[in-house]
């Protein structure tokens, strides 16, 4: 394969590379692709410096695939260029998820939608979407998921680069304070609003993560895309989903608490059972982000009955947002569509 990453020196770009390699995808030939702050600088690719090239500027022609990571204002232009220059777009990006003549797809649970690829672009899904979706779907075939309640733990790494440095800058400044006074009064370390969060994040969550979507709803942008996005990849466009998405000072490794409402009964037991078989889930006894870090599966635990819906139950998932969540998703597809190229 002719294989293109866009995006390439950023924060997902460099774990797509990573992951490239560790899954020996078969690469004839690589280029790698960036904004033109970027351009001119070399990344290895198995020992060898490979130019990155601009982005805006470039000639994709003779490309099979890109896996592309630069944004959703950059997609909405580069994504058509490529596929127009016969190139299989697979975007991790917002720019194209909810577009109807874009497969939206999480390897484990919905490849049959790369049958048809329209646009020759295929969606990522955001990374805390894409968490559930491996758990939530072999439990939907098993007992028929009726709807979700969903509160997310969101590491400061699904912010980007700027997020992650925000956390840090912040935690090293609060090193000279009191533990205790950092727990008990909260003036000992200002609440600003910082670049990336409405408020400061370390030793703090942020019951906001994302900005309020213009359409009344008072919802985020990732509480809103956790409800289109779960409806399209698992076929249910009659979901009920209720999401409060929080950001969490972690840095690595988004969590979820689901409460999970089914057509029929579905004991805890049996439910782990069928995670047990999932492809992509390892069932534990302490789902967290430090467990997830570094891993490809989402981890899921604290199954157990719930009460306030029907057919309830009420589980946790860890998952790593940088993996699962964004690289390792777009190389399965890629690997996916090996099979039809």
């Not at 995808?25 to 990344?43: D, K, W, Y």
């Not at 484990?108 to 979706?133: D, F, S, Y």
């Not at 249910?236 to 009964?265: E, K, M, N, Q, Y």
């Not at 998952?319 to 190229?341: F, S, T, W, Y």
């Amino acid at each position: 394969m002719r294989v293109a990453v866009v995006g390439a020196t950023g924060q997902v770009g460099t774990v797509m590379r990573e992951i490239l390699r560790e899954r020996s995808f078969p690469v004839e030939e690589i280029r790698f692709f960036a904004s033109s702050r970027s351009a001119g600088s070399t990344l290895d690719w198995n020992g060898t410096a490979v130019v990155v090239e601009d982005a805006a500027t470039a000639d994709f022609s003779g490309l099979d695939i890109a896996l592309t990571s630069s944004g959703a204002t950059s997609s909405k232009v580069l994504a058509p260029r490529m596929a127009a220059a016969g190139v299989i777009v697979i975007d991790n990006s917002s720019a194209w998820r909810m577009d109807p003549l874009v497969p939206l797809v999480v390897s484990e649970v919905n490849a049959h939608a790369l049958r048809t690829i329209p646009k020759g672009i295929v969606a990522n899904p955001n990374c805390t979407t894409m968490a559930a979706m491996p758990i939530l779907k072999p439990l939907h075939v098993a007992a028929g998921l009726r709807s979700i309640t969903v509160a997310t733990y969101q590491a400061v790494s699904g912010a980007g680069r700027e997020g992650v440095d925000e956390l840090a800058n912040q935690l090293e400044k609060s090193q000279g304070n009191d533990a205790r006074s950092l727990t008990f009064d909260g003036s000992a370390f200002p609440l600003d609003s910082g670049v990336k969060f409405p408020a400061t994040i370390a030793h703090n969550v942020i019951p906001m993560a994302g900005t309020l979507v213009d359409d009344g709803s008072l919802d985020t942008g990732e509480e809103k895309k956790l409800r289109d996005e779960s409806r399209k990849i698992l076929e249910l466009p009659g979901l009920l989903v209720d999401a409060t998405c929080v950001r969490v000072p972690v840095f690595t490794g988004h969590s979820l608490a689901i409460t999970a409402s089914f057509d029929r009964p579905l004991s805890p037991d049996e439910a782990t059972e069928i995670l047990e078989a999932a492809v992509g889930v390892v069932v534990c006894e302490i789902p967290m982000p430090r467990l997830a870090a570094g891993r490809d599966p989402s981890y899921v635990g604290r199954i157990r009955r719930a009460e306030t819906v029907v057919n309830g139950l009420s589980m946790f998932i860890s998952n790593d947002n940088l993996r699962k969540g964004a690289a390792l998703n777009a190389v399965q597809i890629a690997e996916e569509l090996l099979a039809i190229l």
